[in-house]
């Protein structure tokens, strides 16, 4: 799976004003920014994420899934934390 294809989905699939994504094939980092994670917990957050891509996980397209999730806010706050 191509990491384009999972900003794809993620894009077509939730609110989401970002989606960055960088892998190697089969492990992937997705980092996602929108307001829907405002009052999520970390694991809500996690299992927003997992939800349009679990046919890809299920089929082994993605093997292994690191995600960020992240309001406008946070994201703006981390960006510039890490240089960004």
Do not use: C
């Amino acid at each position: 799976m191509e990491n384009h294809e999972i900003q794809t989905v993620l894009m077509n699939a939730l609110p989401l004003q970002e989606v960055h994504v960088t892998g190697d094939g089969s492990h992937f980092q997705v980092t996602a920014v929108g307001e829907l994670f405002a009052d999520m917990s970390r694991v809500k957050k996690q299992q927003t994420i997992y939800g349009p891509l679990m046919e890809y996980i299920s089929d082994n397209r993605i093997h292994a899934l690191s995600i960020k999730a992240y309001t406008p806010t946070e994201w703006e706050r981390d960006r510039k934390l890490n240089g960004f």
